[in-house]
């Protein structure tokens, strides 16, 4: 089975929920650690696979890859996940 860069996006996103999953369970192993590594942490793991996955889901449209409601659906998803914890790291810290 061969996914479609749409399909990609979603999955993008889907690790991105995973791994939101997994920095709050494990937030207190993070006590230690200093306010930049910690907001280092969180781009890597939260806004950089979901602004990569949204960048995918525009490729795809680009491209008429014929799933255009999923590429769509991924786009918005994969944009406002990013740009939610993009503001909580610029404004909350």
Same mark, same amino acid.
């Given at each position: ?20 999953? @997994? ?5 207190? %192993?993070?006590? $230690?650690?200093?306010? =930049? &590594? ?8 939260? /806004?950089?696979?979901?602004g @990569? =996955?949204? &960048?995918? =889901?525009? &490729?795809?449209?680009?491209r008429?890859? $014929?799933?255009a409601? /999923? @590429?769509?659906?991924?786009? &918005?998803?994969?944009?406002?996940? %990013? ?9 909350? $810290?």
């Amino acid at each position: 089975m061969k996914l479609n860069l749409a399909g990609k996006s979603l999955l993008l996103f889907g690790l991105s929920i995973v791994f939101l999953i @997994a920095l709050t369970l494990f937030e207190s %192993a993070l006590t $230690g650690t200093s306010l =930049g &590594m910690e907001r280092l942490i969180t781009f890597l793991l939260l /806004i950089l696979p979901s602004g @990569a =996955g949204a &960048m995918l =889901g525009v &490729m795809s449209l680009f491209r008429k890859e $014929g799933r255009a409601l /999923i @590429a769509f659906l991924a786009i &918005m998803l994969n944009t406002l996940f %990013a740009l939610f914890h993009l503001t909580i790291l610029l404004f909350a $810290g």
